[in-house]
C-alpha cells in the first residue's frame, strides 16, 4: 500500500516536473523567436527608437549633475533640512543658470 502511494507520488512530481519544464521551454522559443523577428532587417515590424531631443540630453545631464552633487554633500545638505525633492528644483534652476 506505502508503496503505491510513493509510486504515485513520484509519478505527480515527475508529472509537474515535466510540464514546468516543457512551459519553460516554450516560453524560451516564444521569447527567442520574438527576438528573431524584430532583429531581422529589411522585417516590416522592426521598430526602431527615435533619437533623444537636445533638451533631453540637456536634462539628462542636468539631472547627472544634480545627483552626484546631491550624492557628494548628501550628509551636509540632510543636516540643513533639505530633502532630494525639495534640493532637486534649487539645483535644477542653478544649472540653467
Known amino acids: 500500500m506505502r508503496l503505491a502511494i510513493l509510486a504515485a507520488l513520484a509519478a505527480l512530481v515527475l508529472t509537474v516536473d515535466l510540464a514546468a519544464a516543457q512551459e519553460s521551454r516554450?516560453?524560451?522559443?516564444?521569447?527567442?523567436s520574438t527576438e528573431a523577428?524584430?532583429?531581422?532587417?529589411g522585417?516590416?515590424?522592426q521598430?526602431?527608437?527615435r533619437p533623444r531631443s537636445a533638451a533631453?540630453?540637456?536634462n539628462d545631464q542636468i539631472m547627472r549633475t544634480c545627483g552626484t552633487e546631491w550624492r557628494r554633500d548628501k550628509a551636509r545638505l540632510q543636516a540643513a533640512g533639505?530633502?532630494?525633492?525639495?534640493?532637486?528644483?534649487?539645483?535644477?534652476?542653478r544649472q540653467r543658470g
Open 26 to 32: 516554450a516560453s524560451r522559443n516564444r521569447a527567442s
Open 37 to 41: 523577428s524584430t532583429t531581422t532587417s
Open 43 to 45: 522585417s516590416s515590424s
Open 47 to 49: 521598430t526602431t527608437r
Open 56 to 58: 533631453q540630453l540637456r
Open 82 to 93: 533639505k530633502t532630494w525633492r525639495s534640493f532637486l528644483p534649487e539645483c535644477r534652476a
